[in-house]
C-alpha cells in the first residue's frame, strides 16, 4: 500500500509540472503585458482626470471588466481565427514547442487574460493614485510651488508604491483564476485545464494538489504586497 | 442671513448646512442629475429583471422544449435557431436570465446576511469574538473562491442547491471584511457610545444605529459582489460544474454552441450564436457597474468632476 | 492707518468674489473683500468658521481649493495680478516669494520624506543657495524656533516628531527661501495652551528677525493680539471692520466685533457644599498596557458644577470613561448617590445609566446622522420612561422650547442643523433621560465663540431650573471661569489639585497650574512679551 501511494503521488507530480510551467509560461507573459500598460494607463488617467482620455480610458476599462474571460477569448477567436485567420484557435503546445511557436500559439489566451485583468488593474491604480493626490501634503506641496512633474514623482508617487503594490497582486492573483477558464476556451493544456478535467473525474488528489498550488501562490502574492507595503512605508521602517 | 448680530438666537442660527430636503427630494434630484450612463444601466436592468419574471410568458417556446433540427439557423420559428440537441436559444436565453439571476441573488443575499451581522458583531466586540472570527475568516480568503468552491463541489457533487450555500458562505467572508472595517470606524463614534451607554440591547445597536449608516458601502458591495458571483457561477457552468441541466444557463449555452464559431466564415450568425449568451452577461455586468459608479457617486459626495 | 501709506505696498487684494460649490449648488464664499498688506507687517485675519479667512488667506497666493472658483477681483502682489497668472507662472512664486503654513502639520507634511529635505525643498528647487548651505541654514532656524536637537531633527520622518515641534518645522519650511510673504493659517488651533506659547513666540521672533510680511488667520482674538499690527475681521464673507490691533481691542466698533468678547464677561458666582453627587476614590485606569490614570479622586457637590482642566494626555476625558463605565478602573470605586457603581457598564442597572448623562465635544458625531431630531430625542424618553406616541411627541417638544428651538427641527436630520443646534439636541437627549448628573465632555470648543455663549448660559439656566449637576470637562480656562464652581486641575494622569473656582485662579499655585493659567493668552498684546520677560527672569 505503501508503495502504491508513493507511486501515486509521483504520477501526480510528473502529471502536474509541465502543466504548471505551461500555465506559469501564460500568466507570466500576460503579467509582463498587462502590469506596466495597466499602470501607464491607470496612472496618466488618474493625472488627467475627467479629460476625454481619462473617461474613455475608465469607459473602456468597465466594458472589459464587465466582460467575462470566455466573451472576451470567443470574440478574439471570431476575430483573429475564424473571420481573419491570423492566430490559431487551439492554444497546443507541448514540452518540444519551440519559444516562438509558443508565443505565437499562445498569443490569443495572452491577449484575452491581459485584456481580462487590465480593466482592473488600471481602474485600481487609478483611483489609488487620485485618493493620495487628493492628500494634504500634496496640496502643501503645491503651495511650496512643486511643478506638476515633482508633485507626482516626488511627493506622490513614494507613497503610492504600497497601494499599487497592492493592486499588483490581487491582479495576480485574479489572473490566475482567470486562467482556468482561458485554458479551457483554447484547450490549453495549463493546470486550469487539468483541474478542471480531475474534477469531472472526481480524481480528488490532483484536484487537491492543483487547488494546493492556487492557494499557496495566492498566499505568497499576498504576503509579497505586505512586505512592499512595509518597506515603502517610513512609519513602520522608522519606528517612533 | 440674520445680519442683526445683538439678538441671537439659537433657532435662526446660520453655517455651512445642508439645505434642508425630504427623502423624496433627495432621490428627485439624484435621478434628475443621473447620467446617461445610469440611466442606461438601469433601463438595462429592468429588462432583465422583467425577462426573470415573466419568463414564461415572454419566451416563445419551453425551456427544454426539444424541435427535430439541432442547430437550426437564424429566422423562422426560431429567432435565434436551436442548440446542439433542437432547443429554441431565444426561449432558453429568457429562462437562463431566471435561473442565473436567481441563483445568484440567492447567494449574494445569504452572504450579505451572514458576512454583515458577523462583520458588525466583531466589530462592535473587538476582543476574542473578533480575534476568531477575523482569523478564520483570514484563512478562508487565503484560498481563491473560485477554487474553492471546485474542491467543495468536487466533495458534495454538483447541484444548484450546494452552489448557492457554498458560493454565498464564501462570498460571506467580503462581506464580513467590508462590514467590518466600516462598522468600526462607526463603533467608535460618540453616536453608539451614547446608545451603549444609554443601555441598548445589541440587536438594537446593530440594526438601528450602525446598519443604517453603512448601508451604502454594503449596497455597493452587494452589487460587486453580486457581479463577481455571477462571473463564478457562469465560469463554473462554463466548465460544466455550475448550473446543473437542464435548467437553462448562459455561460453553459456558451459552452454547448461554442462549435459554430467556426462556421462564421460561412455563416456570421452561426459564429454570433455562442456569443450571445456571453454577451448578455457582460450587458448585465456592465448595466450593474453603472448604476454602482452612479450610486458611488451620489453618496460618497466626492463631487469630483466640478472645476 | 495713515502711518501706512509711507510703507511700500506688498500686497494689494481688490473686491475679491469666490464662490464654493457643496450641497449641489454654487455658494459664495467671499463677497467683495479688500486686503492691503505693507512689507515687514503683520496682518490678522479672523472670523468665525464660515467667515471666509482661509479661503482669502489661499486667494492671497492666487490659488483656490478645488470645487472654489475666483470670480472676479484683483490680487497684487509686488506689482503683478496673481489671478491673471497661468500655473506654471504662480508656480514660480509659490514657496519662494509666498509660503504657506497650514494648521494640521501632520496631515501637511509628506510621510515618504525626511524633514530636512521637504524644508529646503523650495528654496532647493528655485536655485537659491547651494544645497549644504540651506542646509546649515535650515538647522540655523530650527534652533532659532527653539527646536530640541536642531543639528539632527531634519534627518528624522514626520511621524517621529511632536506636533508642536512639526508646526515649528513647517515655520522653518515657510521661511528657509526667505519669503517676502507668509500666510498662516490656523497654526496653532491644533495645540495644547502651553504649546502653542512656545510655538507662537518662536514665530513671532522668526517673523520679527527677517522682517517679513505675513497674513495671520486665526479665530482666537488673544492669540491674533499677540501676533498681527492690525486685525481685519470677516462674517460671512464680508468685511466686519478693520484697524489696529491695539485700537481693535480696546475700541471695536462693531458690535459683531464686541459680541467675540463675550464669552469672557461671563462669569459665575461660586457656591459648593459637602453633599456629594458623586466621588471618584482613588481610580486607576488603562488603555491595554499603558496606564492614564494614577490614583484619582474628585468630589462633585450636587446640584454644583466641578469643572475638570486639563491638556491632552491629562486623563480628563479618561475620567469621563471611567465614571461612565465605558472604560472600567482597575483599582479604586465610584460612589454615585451614597451608593457604589459597579466599574461595569453592563452591571449597572437602568436606572443608575438614566441618572449619569453625557454630552459630547463633537455634535456631528454624537448624533446618528440617520435619525431625526425626534427620533434622537424621542429614544431616551420611550426607552427610560416608557412614553410612547403623542405623548412622547408632546414631550419632544417641550425638550426643543427648553433648548431654545421648536417643533419645526422635529423631523430634520443632524446634517441639516448648525453647528450650535446640534449641541443643543444633545443637551436635549441628554436631559430627555431626566438625570441628575450631565458629563459635559468639551462641549463648547468645536463652536465659535458667539455659539459658545448661548451654549454655556444654557447650560447655567437649566441647572438653576433642574437643579442637575455638572462635570464639565474643557481644557479652556474662560470657559472654566464662566460656568463652573470648583475645579480640578489633571496632569499626566495624576489630579495636580482641586478646589473653589476663587482658590485655584488665584496664586499660590502649584508649578503646572501656574504654568496652564499663564500660557492662556489674554486679550493683551503685551501679553506674549511680558510673559516671556517673566519667564526668562
Known sequence: MQGDQGDRSRLVVELIIPRLKNTLFLTGVSALVAIPLALLLGISAALYRNSVYDR??????????????????????LLLATLFPVFPTIANVNEDTSLIDRFYLTALPVFTLTLVTMGHMMRMTRSAIINILSSEYIEMAKLSGATRYEVIVKHALPNAWAPIAQVITINLAYMLIGSVVV?????????????????????????????????????????????????????????? | MSDNTQSYSAKSEVSNINKRRTRFERIKIAFSKAPLSA????????????????????????????????????????????????????????????????????????????????????????????????????TLMAIPVMIFTFILLSVFGPSNLNLILILGVLESTRFFRISRSVAVGQVVLEYVEVAKLRGEKLSYIIFREILPNIASPLIVEFGVRFIFIIFTVSSLSFLGLGIQPPAADWAAMVRENAIL??????????????????????????????????????????????? | MTSNNKKELLLEMK??????????????????????????????????????????????????QPGCKIIKGEIIFNGTDLAK???????????????????????????????????????????????????????????????????????????????????????????????????????????????????????????????????????????VAQMADRIKVLRYGEEVEESETREMLSNPKEEYTKSLWSVRSLIKPEETNDDYMLSIKNIDAAYGSSKVLHDVSVNIPRGKTVAIVGESGSGKSTTARVITGLLPQ??????????????????????????IQIIFQMPDTAMNPKQTVDEIIGRPIEFYHGVKGKERETKVIELLKMIELDETFLDRLPSELSGGQKQRICIARALAANPDLIICDEV??????????????????????????????????????????????????????????????????????????????????????????KRSN
Not at chain 1, 490532483?206 to 518597506?231: K, R
Open chain 1, 56 to 77: 474613455s480610458a475608465t469607459g473602456f476599462s468597465l466594458v472589459t471588466v464587465s466582460s467575462p474571460e470566455f466573451f472576451t477569448g470567443y470574440i478574439f477567436i
Open chain 1, 183 to 240: 485554458e479551457f476556451v483554447f484547450n490549453y493544456q495549463g493546470i486550469g485545464r487539468l483541474m478542471v478535467g480531475s474534477v469531472y473525474n472526481r480524481d480528488i488528489p490532483v484536484v487537491q494538489a492543483c487547488a494546493l498550488i492556487f492557494a499557496s501562490t495566492y498566499v505568497i502574492l499576498n504576503l509579497l504586497a505586505d512586505l512592499i507595503g512595509i518597506i515603502s512605508n517610513p512609519r513602520l521602517l522608522y519606528p517612533k
Open chain 2, 39 to 138: 440611466w442606461f444601466g438601469m433601463v438595462v436592468l429592468s429588462i432583465y429583471l422583467i425577462a426573470a419574471f415573466f419568463a414564461p410568458f415572454i419566451a416563445p417556446h419551453g425551456e427544454a422544449e426539444v424541435f427535430p433540427v439541432a442547430y437550426a439557423p437564424w429566422g423562422g420559428e426560431h429567432l435565434l435557431g436551436t442548440d446542439q440537441i433542437g432547443r429554441d436559444i431565444l426561449s432558453r436565453l429568457i429562462f437562463a436570465s431566471r435561473n442565473t439571476l436567481g441563483i445568484c441573488f440567492l447567494a449574494c443575499t445569504i452572504a450579505l446576511i451572514i458576512g454583515t451581522i458577523f462583520g458588525i458583531i466583531a466589530a462592535i466586540d473587538r476582543s476574542y469574538i473578533d480575534q476568531i472570527l477575523s482569523r478564520s475568516i483570514d
Open chain 2, 261 to 307: 464559431i467556426q462556421y462564421a466564415q460561412y455563416d456570421i450568425t452561426a459564429g454570433l450564436t455562442p456569443l450571445i449568451p456571453a454577451a448578455i452577461i457582460a450587458l448585465l455586468a456592465l448595466a450593474i457597474n453603472f448604476v454602482i459608479d452612479w450610486y458611488l457617486y451620489i453618496t460618497s459626495g466626492l463631487k469630483d468632476d466640478i472645476k
Open chain 3, 15 to 64: 473686491n475679491i468674489h469666490i464662490d464654493g460649490f457643496s450641497d449641489e449648488r454654487w455658494h459664495k464664499i467671499l463677497k467683495g473683500v479688500d486686503l492691503n498688506l505693507y512689507r515687514g507687517e503683520i496682518l490678522g485675519l479672523i472670523g468665525e468658521s464660515g467667515a471666509g479667512k482661509s479661503t482669502m488667506g489661499k486667494a492671497a497666493m492666487g490659488y483656490t
Open chain 3, 85 to 223: 497668472l497661468t500655473e506654471f507662472e504662480k508656480r514660480k512664486i509659490w514657496g519662494t516669494k509666498i509660503s504657506y503654513v497650514a494648521q494640521s502639520a501632520a496631515a501637511s507634511f509628506n510621510p515618504a520624506h525626511r524633514l530636512m529635505d521637504q524644508t529646503i525643498s523650495a528654496a532647493n528647487r528655485a536655485k537659491i543657495s547651494p544645497t549644504d548651505v540651506l542646509r546649515r541654514d535650515a538647522v540655523q532656524l530650527y534652533e532659532s524656533l527653539q527646536l530640541p536637537d536642531a543639528e539632527n531633527i531634519g534627518e528624522r520622518y514626520p511621524h517621529q516628531v511632536s506636533g508642536g515641534q512639526l508646526q515649528r518645522i513647517m515655520t522653518a519650511m515657510a521661511m528657509s527661501p526667505r519669503p517676502e510673504l507668509i500666510i498662516f493659517d490656523e497654526p496653532t488651533t491644533a495645540l495644547d495652551v502651553t504649546t502653542q506659547v512656545e510655538v507662537l513666540s518662536a514665530m513671532r521672533s522668526i517673523v520679527d528677525k527677517f522682517n517679513t510680511a505675513a497674513i495671520y488667520i486665526t479665530h482666537d482674538l488673544a492669540v
Open chain 3, 330 to 355: 482597575t483599582k479604586g470605586e465610584i460612589i454615585f448617590d451614597g451608593k457604589k457603581l459597579s466599574p461595569k457598564l453592563e452591571q449597572r442597572s437602568k436606572e443608575e445609566l438614566r441618572r
Open chain 3, 444 to 533: 463648547t470648543s468645536a463652536l465659535d465663540q458667539i455659539v459658545q455663549e448661548g451654549i454655556l448660559k444654557l447650560l447655567q439656566k437649566l441647572q438653576k431650573n433642574l437643579g442637575v449637576t455638572y462635570i464639565f470637562i474643557t481644557h479652556d480656562i474662560a470657559t472654566v471661569k464662566a460656568i463652573s464652581d470648583e475645579i480640578v486641575v489633571m496632569y499626566q494622569g495624576k489630579v495636580i489639585e482641586q478646589g473653589l473656582k476663587s482658590k485655584i485662579l488665584n496664586p499660590p499655585h502649584p508649578d503646572y497650574t501656574e504654568l496652564l493659567l499663564s500660557s492662556v493668552p489674554e486679550m493683551d498684546p503685551d501679553w506674549l512679551t511680558n510673559l516671556l520677560n
